[in-house]
Structures are given as C-alpha cells and as structure tokens.
C-alpha cells in the first residue's frame, strides 16, 4: 500500500537518490493555462483526443483538428513555463536529473531552461510533412491557416490539452488546409498521436537514461497511457524505486514507493529549494 508523504520526505527521497529520472505529464502545465486530460480519478475530462488513424485517413477529421487548432494555438503558442518547469530546471542545474522525459508536447521545459529532456511525444511547435518528412514552425502555419480561413479567426472557444480548441457545432467541410509547400504532401502536427507509435530512437534513449539513474520521480501524470507507464514499470523490474507528485490516482500507484498528493508546482518548487539548502 503507497502511503501519502510530505515535501519532506520527497526531499529525504530525492537525498538518497542523486540522480533522478523524471517523468513529467500534463499536470506540470495546467498553471500554465493549458488544460489536462483526465480528472483525479484517471478518466477523460471531455472526449479522447484525435487518433492517428482518423486524423491520416478522413479529410474531414483533418479539417475538424485543424480549424480547432486555429482557436487552440492562441493559448498553446503564448503559454509561458510554470512554477513546475522553472523547480525542474532548477533541480538540473544543481545536477539531480539524469534526464527529464515529459508527456507533454508543449515545449515548456526547455523554455523555462532544461536541458536534459527528451520530448517523449514530440513537439506541438513544429509541423511535419508525411511525405516528404520536411518540418516547419507551427505559427507559419497558423499565419498561413488564416489567410486561407478568415472567417474563423472571430471565433472564440475553450482551450483543449492537444493543442486545438472545444469548438463544436461548426461545418468544417469548408475549412482550407495548406498542403506541405515542398511536396504537396499531408500536413500533420509533428506529435505522437493515440494510436501513433513513439520513434523507437526516444524509447531507447529514454532507456538508457533510465538505466543510469538512481530512481524514478513521476511529476504531474496519472500514468494512464501506456508511452509513458512503462518507464515505471522499466524501473521497478530493475530494483529502483519510484516516487509521485500528482494529484489523484496515478496507474502505477501499487508500484510507488512515494506518493506525494499536492499541487505539482507547489511541491517540486519545494523540493529544489529544500536540496539547495542540503548541497
């Protein structure tokens, strides 16, 4: 059974165990003004995100994601690091992290100044082409969506997690997508989508940080996807123990040495400046 501790015994944790793993998700950016997935309980908030399958093989479902991500990208671009990015950059730069591998495609951690990070999911910032593999910036695109699709830039809607928007009850079937200016290929955010496999490169890096490392720090997930799960699940069946900051039912709690059930920003700000007094 995982018991509840304080920032102090996250602090004790992080202590014995110099070199960290870190796994962070979506809880890292909520104070960031980007929305999370799922509830305390570990189930959808709002509908599953788009899948691979969907997004390559219905024009339609492009033309939906895309105008969404119009509305989306004002908060996705312009979203500034956390409380939780600036603690992790901290906790780097006083050399504890072995590697930071986040869910999260937002970019966020390197802003706020880590280093050591492996974008598990890729980037939400670049686009990439199916073709021909070309990558461009996501707010070229965004400029060159609306020039193409004046009429949507009034439109207002809520932010959604994967970088688009809650805009419902809309016709899509008008909605003009460039195709890749190089080849005239299909144009897809350069993320890993459900139902997308990670590049086999990122698991195996993500690996061989793992081995390195003296134990695992979870940091705002519920673990609930498998791409990132199986980390924990990597370091257990090799003896090294794992803690948790998150607020809610993580998938790995049963496997959690330490679970830490406070708001993630809070807590990890907390314990960078705990283990610069102790350095």
Known sequence: MTMTITTTDLADFAQRHRRLFVLTGAGCSTDSGI????DANGDWKRAAPVTWQAFMGEEATRQRYWARSLIGWRVMGQARPSLAHHALARLEAAGRVELLLTQNVDGLHRAAGSRRV????????????????????????QAELLRRNPEWAALDATAAPDGDADLEARDFSGFDIPACAHCGGLLKPDVVFFGENVPRERVEGALGALAQADA?????SSLMVYSGFRFVQAAVAAGKP????????????ELLTLKLEQPVGE????LASALGERS
Request: hydrophobic content about 45%; proline content about 4%.
């Open 242 to 253: 794992v803690a948790a900051v998150n607020l809610g039912r993580t998938r790995a709690d």
């Open 118 to 141: 492996i974008d598990l999911h890729g980037r939400i910032d670049s686009v990439r082409c199916m073709a021909c593999e070309a990558r461009s910036p996501r707010a070229a695109l």
């Open 35 to 38: 929305p999370d997935y799922r």
């Open 216 to 220: 695992v720090l979870v940091a705002g």
């Open 267 to 270: 807590a990890l700000d907390s």
